[in-house]
Every structure is written in structure tokens, then in C-alpha cells.
């Protein structure tokens, strides 16, 4: 309806024509800061935005769920509410009516620093052993 694209304070869910440029949602920050919610949350009618503590909101999206699911909407989905996916979980989530791919959103994402550890660790332990082969042929070609 677009009750929230004017409502929002940096024209955020609105993209340039010019150069295509879109901003940062700021989450209101300075709305949030004076005790208010979201101006978007706020400005939309069915209540389709919604804000507030994720274990509440996540309850609530899981009934509405389960209730499109009653109502025939087999391929209703929750998208980013998962705390253990692969980015930990979204501060925002969506309800999807469909596969991710059809709202162009990737199907699994996973945060590209989160295999950084087991990456380290095995390029010490390659180093590891190419310096004890390296350290072996020395020792094992001087006797
Ligand atoms: S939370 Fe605030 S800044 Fe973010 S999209 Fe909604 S109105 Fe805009």
C-alpha cells in the first residue's frame, strides 16, 4: 500500500531513479532512542511490519505460520528468524509466502567469515607439516 515507504524518515524503502541508489535502514534509531517504534511499524495498516522483542515476534510469526499452513499456504515459511542458521539469525525476519529464491533472496545464507577458524586451522596445519617435511628432508639428506 505504501503507507510505510512514506513514512519511513530516510527514504529508505525507496530507491533513487537516477542512480539507484538506496540507504540504510537506521531502524529509527532516534525514534527508538525517544521510546517510539519504528515509524514503518507504526505506519502500516495490517500490521504486516511488525516490532519488538525477537522471541515474541518469532512466537507470533510461527502461529501465523501454522495458520496459513491450515489455510492451504503450504509453502508459508519463516526467512532469517533462525538463530542457528547460517548468519545466526536476522535482527529482522521475514514471512515468506513462497521459495526465498522468488523474493530473489538466497535460499541459505551463510556469513562468509563464519568457516574462518576451521580455514586457519587447517592452513597452520599445512604449514605445520610442510615445515616438518621441509626439516625432515634437511635432517634425513645431510646423515
Ligand atoms: S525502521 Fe525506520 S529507517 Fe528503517 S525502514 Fe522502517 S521507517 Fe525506515
Known sequence: ???????????????????????????????????????????????????????????????RVETLHERGVSEARLYGHDPHDGVGGDGAFFLLLDEPEVYGLPPDPIVTTRDLPAMWKRAGLAALAMTAATVFAFVGGSS
Not at 530516510?10 to 541508489?21: L, M, S
Not at 517504534?37 to 515474541?56: F, H, K, M, N, V
Open 1 to 63: 500500500c505504501g503507507y510505510c515507504i512514506s513514512a519511513c524518515p530516510y527514504g529508505v524503502i525507496d530507491q533513487r531513479k537516477d542512480d539507484g541508489r538506496a540507504w540504510k535502514c537506521t531502524l529509527c534509531y532516534d525514534r527508538l532512542g525517544a521510546g517510539m517504534t519504528p515509524a514503518c511499524a507504526q505506519a502500516c495498516p495490517t500490521e504486516s511490519i511488525q516490532y519488538g522483542p525477537l522471541d515474541e515476534l518469532r512466537e507470533r510469526a510461527a502461529e
